[in-house]
Nanobody, 123 residues
Framework: QVQLVESGGGLVQAGNSLRLSCAAS????????MGWFRQAPGKERDFTAA????????YYSDSVKGRFTISRDNAKNTLYLQMNSLKPEDTAVYYC????????????????WGQGTQVTVSS
């Protein structure tokens, strides 16, 4: 089992930045590819970003590419999402997720999920 706890969400004005964190425990963090997904009210939970086990490969949705950066610190068992130039359409609950072996963009491929952290961007 892997336990994931997100933090860092909040209310921010458009154009500003936030950094989300996801603390992992329970198993060897570096054995897991990690992803961030987000869910806006009334919508599906969508892929946002993903990173390989050692952080050498990253992937982004088109809507956040160039504004968001995913990273990880395997020594601290922590995943990050740096979000810059935030827009009102980035408002959502953000979830981190883990899967063993290879990175994926597909929600169904992830075995473990955090409880989510709310990000609200005002215009």
């Amino acid at each position: 089992q892997v336990q994931l706890v997100e933090s860092g969400g909040g209310l921010v004005q458009a154009g500003n930045s936030l950094r989300l964190s996801c603390a992992a425990s329970g198993r060897t963090f570096s054995n897991y590819a990690m992803g961030w997904f987000r869910q806006a009210p009334g919508k599906e939970r969508d892929f946002t970003a993903a990173i390989s086990r050692i952080g050498d490969s990253t992937y982004y949705s088109d809507s956040v590419k160039g504004r968001f950066t995913i990273s990880r610190d395997n020594a601290k068992n922590t995943l990050y999402l740096q979000m810059n130039s935030l827009k009102p359409e980035d408002t959502a609950v953000y979830y981190c997720a883990a899967r063993p072996t290879f990175v994926s963009r597909m929600r169904k491929d992830y075995n473990y999920w955090g409880q989510g952290t709310q990000v609200t961007v005002s215009s």
